[in-house]
């Protein structure tokens, strides 16, 4: 079944900025175009912010931190966060139209991040009356009392990617409200529509203006932000090339700086693994969201006895797969989100031939009638696949699955961790024994041990090497947000 109700914020109009509270055109009058993916027909037209209206962001949220914002207590930041949950709740249906319209996702993927997103908001909410300092012993020969502060980092500079715009934008605000911070919250030029409507929705909550502000742009826009002199914290997701841009650009401020950047997942099924339960879940931990996942099972290693039958399993639950519009109640596999995305993914399906690698399906762009005027590519499996294949290096971010066999343990953990990434890994085994070794031995930001990818606000998601630095979840997340004042009192 389509659906073919539409949002209320896709409305012909074109979007504006959202800074200090009210909707504003970029100073230039420039705009910039958003298309769907399914169909290539325009959804939007955006203001295109340039450095002039990304110093007027960052001015309105210096001026909300230290004036109105300053006075909320930690219980009524918390009554802001609880009600910007209910209010999300309400218009999450529309929510999620925007971003399956904008970037692809289909419809009941997007749909069933509801659950994830309430938690989420509820669990930052509950984050705000929970900040606390701690009182120290000292050995100063003058009798002082010592103890510490929990403060607000301050003005904080968010930029999200374009492959879950309204979850992304939610886990930058939502430690930024807790913790009494202000932010300028840059989304993905591919998918800005929902983070515009979710800042509209904190000023309904309670927000004062200028707390949260919203600026639509390029990479631009972005390094603006990273480089501005009176952002105190950036807080990146995206590749990691933009990353290295990010760090160099807040370098001269020395800004603090979370990183969730790209991966190269190891994903390992043992001989002695439950074989029916691993098939789909290593297969999804590729495809879903057509692979547009940052901590995406793609390397995906199966001892020799099971290999080919793996092999088989996977490629035949790929071909299974309904491939269609995003907004297709059926579809399981969306759409590339752009043009320029399909390009890079097409790439790499040509390259993995080149390099020797057996492409057992997929490989191809899907064609003929709709399909004609968006960005699908079937889901790829590649098999025999050598470690120093680009395919098996390089972060493709489509739905294309690297199979590689191993032959014993020592072998695969090694394997795995020859990667400059190190976002993600999963393990399949019966043996506890087995399992848990390879989690302490695997450099990974998150192990899933007999399942692939599950995410909640209360366990700490990042990265080790050149996956980045930080975390987002747990005690950590809030962390980032906070600085600590040392206090000496003499009695």
């Known amino acids: 079944m389509i659906e073919t109700r539409r949002p209320t914020f896709i409305d012909g109009k074109p979007k504006k900025l959202l800074i200090d509270g009210r909707p504003v055109d970029a100073l230039s ?62 218009e999450f249906d529309d929510l999620a139209l925007l971003d399956c319209i904008e970037m692809g996702r289909p419809i009941t993927a997007a749909r069933g991040l509801r659950g994830m997103l309430q938690r989420s908001l509820r669990h930052f909410a509950g984050a705000a009356t929970a900040i606390h300092g701690e009182t120290l012993s000292n050995s100063f020969p003058v009798d002082l009392l010592s103890y510490t502060l929990r403060e607000p980092v301050g003005v904080v500079g968010a930029i999200i990617p374009w492959n879950g715009p309204l979850f992304s934008a939610a886990w930058k605000v939502g430690p930024v409200l807790a913790t009494g911070c202000a932010i300028v919250l840059k989304p993905a030029e591919d998918a800005s529509l929902s983070p515009l409507r979710f800042g509209e929705l904190c000023l309904e909550a309670g927000v004062p203006p200028g707390v949260v502000n919203v600026v639509t742009g390029a990479g631009e826009t972005g390094g603006a932000l990273s480089a501005h002199p009176d952002v105190d914290k950036i807080a990146f997701t995206g590749s990691c090339e933009t990353g290295q841009r990010i760090i160099a650009a807040s370098a001269g401020t020395v800004k603090k700086v979370t990183m969730e950047l790209g991966g190269k997942s190891p994903n390992i099924i043992f001989a002695d693994a439950d074989l029916d339960m691993a098939t789909p879940a290593a297969a999804m931990g590729v495809f879903n969201n057509s692979g547009q996942v940052c901590a995406a099972g793609t390397r995906l290693f199966v001892e020799r006895p099971v290999y080919e039958d793996m092999v088989q399993r996977i490629a035949a639950f790929a071909k299974a797969l309904k491939i269609g519009p995003s907004l297709d109640t059926d579809t399981q596999i969306g759409p590339l989100v752009s043009a320029r995305q399909y390009a890079r993914v097409s790439s790499y399906l040509e390259l993995g031939p080149m390099e020797g690698a057996r492409l057992v399906t997929g490989g191809e762009r899907v064609t003929g009638g709709a399909f004609d005027k968006g960005h699908w590519v079937a889901p790829t499996i590649f098999a025999d696949v050598k470690d120093e294949m680009r395919i098996a290096r390089e972060e493709i971010f489509g739905p294309v699955s690297c199979i590689m066999p191993f032959d014993d343990f020592d072998e695969v953990i090694a394997r795995a961790n020859a990667t400059r990434f190190g976002l993600a890994g999963g393990v399949w085994t019966k043996d506890i024994g087995k399992a848990m070794t390879a989690v302490k031995r695997i450099r990974a930001g998150s192990i899933w041990v007999n399942h692939y990818f599950a995410m909640d606000p209360s366990v700490p998601f990042g990265g080790y090497k050149m996956s980045g630095f930080g975390r987002e979840g747990g005690a950590e997340h809030i962390d980032a947000y906070l600085q600590t004042k040392g206090v000496w009192i003499r009695t």
């Open 29 to 90: 009058g420039e705009t910039f175009q958003s298309f769907s993916p399914s169909t290539g027909e325009l959804v939007a037209e955006l203001a295109l912010a340039g450095a002039e209206d990304v110093d007027r962001a960052v001015r309105a949220a210096r001026a909300a931190f230290e004036g109105p914002w300053s006075r909320f207590k930690p219980a009524e930041r918390q009554a802001v966060l609880l009600k910007l949950a209910d209010l999300v709740d309400a």
